[in-house]
C-alpha cells in the first residue's frame, strides 16, 4: 500500500477546505506526541509507542507528519542495512512481508587508482564492517513497510503535509508544530486554492527531519542544544538507481571504494546489486573541502567512468536519481537530545556510523528509545518537560557503545588526509574492537562552512562534458528524481541579504553554490551587465547542501509548499 496524501482523511479530521477557509484563526487539534518525519526514525517511535500503549491497554494519541507527496518520496539511503533494530522493534518482520529479503552476500573494499582498483584484503577490515547478517535495499520501501505496520497499530500519517513552525506555550516549553499554508502565491498573496495550516499541539513533539532539519536548526539554537558538544559535519551523498542486464546481476554483492577521482576532498563510492536486476550506486563527499571549484556531483559522474565501476553498470539504464546530506560528526557531535517539550530522534541527532556508512538502525533505536521514555512520562501525567531518561538510556545502550567505537575514524581522514588518515582510523578501529579503544577523543575543528579557500587560492577542475550514456548533467538528473514544486509560491530557498552572493561568494570564491548544488538550483547569470544569483527552487531535491555549505550561512532553507520536491519510487 502506497501512503499518500489522503485529503478526504485530512478532511474527516479538519474540515472541508471552505469551513477552514471561514476560521479567523488556524484550527488546532490535540495529540500525545506530534512526529515531523516519516523516516525510519519518527515511525518507529510511532510504532513503538502505539506497542507500549497496547501493551499497557491504554490509548496514546500519535501523529506523523510527512512533508514528502507519500512516505518514502524523501527518503534516500544506500542502503546496506543492519536489522538489530528492526529485530527488537518488530521481531517477527521476516513473516510480515518487510523488503529485507536480499542479504549481502559479497562485501568488497576497493582503492581506486584512474585506471586500476587494489581490492582491500578482507581479513583487515575489522569485523563489525563484514556486512554479515545485513541487507540491501531501498530505504523508501522500508518506510512504506513501516508506515503499514504504524496504521495498523492506529497512528495517523499525514503525507503532503509540511511542518513549517515551532510553536511554544507561554512558558517558553514546545507546544506542536504547524503545517504550512497552501495555495501562497510568490509574492505573498493568496492564491484561489488558499489553505490556512493547522496546529498540530502535543505533550511531546519529536523531529525526525533527517541530517540539518530546518526545525531542529530552530531548536538548536533557541534552547542551545549544541553548547556541550562539537559542530556537525556533514557529507552529500549523491545517488543513482540501475537496471542493469540480468548476466551481470548479482543480488547481494556489496562495493565500497576511496581514492579516485578525489584530490582536493575525501568520501568515496558504493555500488549495492539489489532486487529485481537493480543496482544503487552513489557517491559521498565530505562537505569539509576547501577548493571551490569542487563539484561533488561531477566527481559522481567521472567515478562511473572508472573501468571497474563501468564493468557493473554498462548495458544498464539509469533510472532514478537523488541527493541527501549525511550526518558524519559521530559521537562527539550529537547534540543535548532533549528541549522542554520534545525530543530530536534519528538523523535530526546524528546517529551515522561513518566507518560502516550506516545509520538506520542506530536511528530506529534511538526514536524508540524516545518513545519509551514519553510514554513513561505520559502515563505520570507530565507535560511539555525534558525527556531526562531518553539520552540517559541512549547513554547505556549498544547505540553509544557503537558509536563511541568508532568515534577518531572521520575526524583523523579530515585532519591528515586519506592515507594518513585511513591508516590511524583502521588502527583505531582495530583496538577497539579488541577492547583497547585509545581514551582520547579527536574533535572537529571546524564547522563546513569555514573551509572554502578563497578562489586564487584553489585550482580550478577542469572536468569531462557527460556522454549521456554512463555520465550524465544536472537537469537531466533532476527529471529522473521526479523533482515537481508548485511554481507559484514563495522561494524556499532564503537569503538573509540578497547582496551577499555577488559581493561576497562570486567575488571571493567564485560562487561554490553553483557547483556545490547537486541539482542545478544556483546559476549566475548577467542581468543589465552585472552578475546575479538566479535561484531555480524548483529543481531543489532537498538535500540541505546549500544550507550546509554556504560559506557566510546567507542561504537559509524553509520548507516548500507540503508536497513538493523528489518523488523517490524506490531509492
Same mark, same amino acid.
Not at 507528519?65 to 529485530?87: F, N, Q
Not at 512558558?171 to 489553505?195: F, L
Not at 572536468?463 to 533532476?478: A, H, M, Q
Not at 521526479?482 to 532564503?494: A, C, G, K, S, W
Given at each position: 500500500?502506497?501512503?499518500?496524501?489522503?485529503?478526504?482523511?485530512?478532511?474527516?479530521?479538519?474540515?472541508?477546505?471552505?469551513?477552514?477557509?471561514?476560521?479567523?484563526?488556524?484550527?488546532?487539534?490535540?495529540?500525545?506526541?506530534?512526529?515531523?518525519?516519516? &523516516?525510519?526514525? &519518527?515511525?518507529?517511535?510511532?510504532?513503538?509507542?502505539?506497542?507500549?500503549?497496547?501493551?499497557?491497554?491504554?490509548?496514546?494519541?500519535?501523529?506523523?507528519?510527512?512533508?514528502?507527496?507519500?512516505?518514502?518520496? !524523501?527518503?534516500?539511503?544506500?542502503?546496506?542495512?543492519?536489522?538489530?533494530?528492526? %529485530?527488537?522493534? +518488530?521481531?517477527?518482520?521476516?513473516?510480515?512481508?518487510?523488503?529485507?529479503?536480499?542479504?549481502?552476500?559479497?562485501? !568488497?573494499?576497493?582503492?581506486? /587508482?584512474?585506471?586500476?582498483?587494489?581490492?582491500?584484503?578482507?581479513?583487515?577490515?575489522?569485523?563489525?564492517?563484514?556486512?554479515?547478517? /545485513?541487507?540491501?535495499?531501498?530505504?523508501?520501501?522500508?518506510?512504506?513497510?513501516?508506515?503499514?505496520?504504524?496504521?495498523?497499530?492506529?497512528?495517523?500519517?499525514?503525507?503532503?503535509?509540511?511542518?513549517?513552525?515551532?510553536?511554544?506555550?507561554?512558558?517558553?516549553?514546545?507546544? #506542536?508544530?504547524?503545517?504550512?499554508?497552501?495555495?501562497?502565491?510568490?509574492? #505573498?498573496?493568496?492564491?484561489?486554492?488558499?489553505?490556512?495550516?493547522?496546529?498540530?499541539?502535543?505533550?511531546? /513533539?519529536? @523531529?525526525?527531519?533527517?541530517?540539518?532539519? !530546518?526545525?531542529?536548526?530552530?531548536?538548536?539554537?533557541?534552547?542551545?542544544?549544541?553548547?556541550?558538544?562539537?559542530?556537525?559535519?556533514?557529507? +552529500?551523498?549523491?545517488?543513482? *538507481?540501475? %537496471?542493469?542486464?540480468?548476466?551481470?546481476?548479482?543480488?547481494?554483492?556489496? =562495493?565500497?571504494?576511496?581514492?579516485?577521482?578525489?584530490?582536493?576532498?575525501?568520501?568515496?563510492?558504493?555500488?549495492? !546489486?539489489?532486487?529485481?536486476?537493480?543496482?544503487?550506486?552513489?557517491?559521498?563527499?565530505? *562537505?569539509?573541502?576547501?577548493?571551490?571549484?569542487?563539484?561533488?556531483?561531477?566527481?559522481?559522474?567521472?567515478?562511473?567512468?572508472?573501468?571497474?565501476?563501468?564493468?557493473?553498470?554498462?548495458?544498464?539504464?539509469?533510472?532514478?536519481?537523488?541527493?541527501?546530506?549525511?550526518?558524519?560528526?559521530?559521537?562527539?557531535?550529537?547534540?543535548?537530545? $532533549?528541549?522542554?517539550?520534545?525530543?530530536?530522534?534519528?538523523?535530526?541527532?546524528?546517529?551515522?556510523?561513518?566507518?560502516? =556508512?550506516?545509520?538506520?538502525?542506530?536511528?530506529?533505536?534511538?526514536?524508540?528509545?524516545?518513545?519509551?521514555?514519553?510514554?513513561?512520562?505520559?502515563? %505520570?501525567?507530565?507535560?511539555?518537560?525534558?525527556?531526562?531518561?531518553?539520552?540517559?538510556?541512549?547513554?547505556?545502550?549498544?547505540?553509544?557503545?557503537?558509536?563511541?567505537? $568508532?568515534?577518531?575514524?572521520?575526524?583523523?581522514?579530515?585532519?591528515?588526509?586519506? @592515507?594518513?588518515?585511513?591508516?590511524?582510523? #583502521?588502527?583505531?578501529?582495530?583496538?577497539?574492537?579488541?577492547?583497547?579503544?585509545?581514551?582520547?577523543?579527536?574533535?572537529?575543528?571546524?564547522?563546513?562552512?569555514?573551509?572554502?579557500?578563497?578562489?586564487?587560492?584553489?585550482?580550478?577542475?577542469?572536468?569531462?562534458?557527460?556522454? &549521456?550514456?554512463?555520465?550524465?548533467?544536472?537537469?537531466?538528473?533532476?527529471?529522473?528524481?521526479?523533482?515537481?514544486?508548485?511554481? %507559484?509560491?514563495?522561494?524556499?530557498?532564503?537569503?538573509?541579504?540578497?547582496?551577499?552572493?555577488?559581493?561576497?561568494?562570486?567575488?571571493?570564491?567564485?560562487?561554490?553554490?553553483?557547483?556545490?548544488?547537486?541539482?542545478?538550483?544556483?546559476?549566475?547569470?548577467?542581468?543589465?551587465?552585472?552578475?546575479?544569483?538566479? =535561484?531555480?527552487?524548483?529543481?531543489?531535491?532537498?538535500?540541505?547542501?546549500?544550507?550546509?555549505?554556504?560559506? /557566510?550561512?546567507?542561504?537559509?532553507?524553509?520548507?516548500?509548499?507540503? #508536497?513538493?520536491?523528489?518523488?523517490?519510487?524506490?531509492?
Amino acid at each position: 500500500m502506497r501512503y499518500r496524501r489522503d485529503e478526504k482523511r485530512w478532511t474527516r479530521r479538519w474540515g472541508t477546505k471552505s469551513e477552514r477557509d471561514g476560521m479567523s484563526e488556524r484550527e488546532s487539534m490535540q495529540y500525545d506526541v506530534v512526529i515531523v518525519g516519516a &523516516g525510519p526514525a &519518527g515511525l518507529s517511535a510511532a510504532i513503538r509507542l502505539k506497542q507500549l500503549a497496547t501493551e499497557a491497554g491504554r490509548d496514546v494519541a500519535v501523529c506523523v507528519l510527512e512533508k514528502g507527496s507519500e512516505v518514502g518520496a !524523501h527518503i534516500l539511503s544506500g542502503a546496506v542495512i543492519d536489522p538489530r533494530a528492526l %529485530d527488537e522493534l +518488530i521481531p517477527d518482520w521476516k513473516e510480515k512481508g518487510s523488503p529485507l529479503t536480499i542479504g549481502v552476500s559479497e562485501n !568488497h573494499h576497493w582503492l581506486l /587508482t584512474k585506471s586500476g582498483k587494489w581490492a582491500f584484503p578482507h581479513i583487515l577490515l575489522p569485523p563489525f564492517m563484514h556486512n554479515k547478517g /545485513t541487507y540491501t535495499l531501498s530505504l523508501g520501501n522500508l518506510c512504506r513497510w513501516l508506515a503499514g505496520r504504524a496504521e495498523e497499530l492506529g497512528v495517523e500519517i499525514f503525507p503532503g503535509f509540511a511542518a513549517a513552525e515551532v510553536l511554544f506555550n507561554d512558558d517558553g516549553s514546545v507546544k #506542536g508544530v504547524a503545517t504550512g499554508d497552501m495555495g501562497v502565491a510568490r509574492d #505573498g498573496s493568496h492564491r484561489p486554492d488558499y489553505q490556512p495550516g493547522i496546529e498540530l499541539h502535543a505533550r511531546y /513533539t519529536f @523531529l525526525a527531519e533527517g541530517a540539518r532539519g !530546518h526545525l531542529t536548526k530552530e531548536l538548536t539554537r533557541i534552547f542551545g542544544l549544541r553548547d556541550k558538544s562539537g559542530p556537525q559535519v556533514f557529507g +552529500i551523498g549523491i545517488k543513482e *538507481l540501475w %537496471d542493469i542486464p540480468a548476466e551481470k546481476h548479482k543480488p547481494g554483492r556489496v =562495493i565500497h571504494t576511496q581514492g579516485w577521482p578525489l584530490e582536493d576532498a575525501w568520501g568515496g563510492g558504493f555500488l549495492y !546489486h539489489q532486487d529485481n536486476n537493480q543496482v544503487a550506486l552513489g557517491f559521498v563527499v565530505a *562537505l569539509d573541502y576547501e577548493n571551490p571549484y569542487l563539484s561533488p556531483f561531477e566527481e559522481f559522474q567521472r567515478w562511473k567512468t572508472h573501468p571497474a565501476i563501468r564493468a557493473e553498470i554498462e548495458g544498464g539504464r539509469r533510472v532514478s536519481y537523488g541527493a541527501r546530506a549525511i550526518n558524519e560528526g559521530g559521537w562527539q557531535s550529537v547534540p543535548e537530545l $532533549v528541549f522542554p517539550g520534545g525530543a530530536l530522534i534519528g538523523c535530526s541527532a546524528g546517529f551515522v556510523n561513518v566507518p560502516r =556508512i550506516k545509520g538506520t538502525h542506530t536511528a530506529m533505536k534511538s526514536a524508540m528509545l524516545a518513545a519509551e521514555a514519553a510514554f513513561a512520562a505520559i502515563s %505520570d501525567d507530565r507535560r511539555a518537560d525534558r525527556l531526562d531518561s531518553y539520552p540517559e538510556a541512549l547513554k547505556s545502550s549498544w547505540v553509544a557503545k557503537e558509536l563511541k567505537l $568508532v568515534r577518531n575514524a572521520q575526524p583523523a581522514v579530515a585532519r591528515w588526509g586519506g @592515507l594518513a588518515g585511513t591508516l590511524y582510523a #583502521g588502527l583505531d578501529l582495530w583496538l577497539g574492537q579488541l577492547g583497547l579503544s585509545p581514551p582520547w577523543t579527536l574533535r572537529h575543528r571546524h564547522a563546513d562552512n569555514e573551509t572554502l579557500r578563497r578562489k586564487d587560492m584553489a585550482r580550478k577542475i577542469d572536468y569531462p562534458r557527460p556522454d &549521456g550514456v554512463i555520465s550524465f548533467d544536472r537537469l537531466s538528473s533532476v527529471f529522473v528524481s521526479n523533482t515537481n514544486h508548485e511554481e %507559484d509560491q514563495p522561494v524556499h530557498l532564503t537569503l538573509k541579504d540578497p547582496a551577499v552572493p555577488v559581493e561576497v561568494n562570486l567575488a571571493e570564491y567564485d560562487g561554490p553554490e553553483q557547483r556545490y548544488c547537486p541539482a542545478g538550483v544556483y546559476e549566475f547569470v548577467e542581468e543589465g551587465g552585472a552578475p546575479r544569483l538566479q =535561484i531555480n527552487a524548483q529543481n531543489c531535491v532537498h538535500c540541505k547542501t546549500c544550507d550546509i555549505k554556504d560559506p /557566510t550561512q546567507n542561504i537559509n532553507w524553509v520548507v516548500p509548499e507540503g #508536497g513538493g520536491g523528489p518523488n523517490y519510487p524506490n531509492m
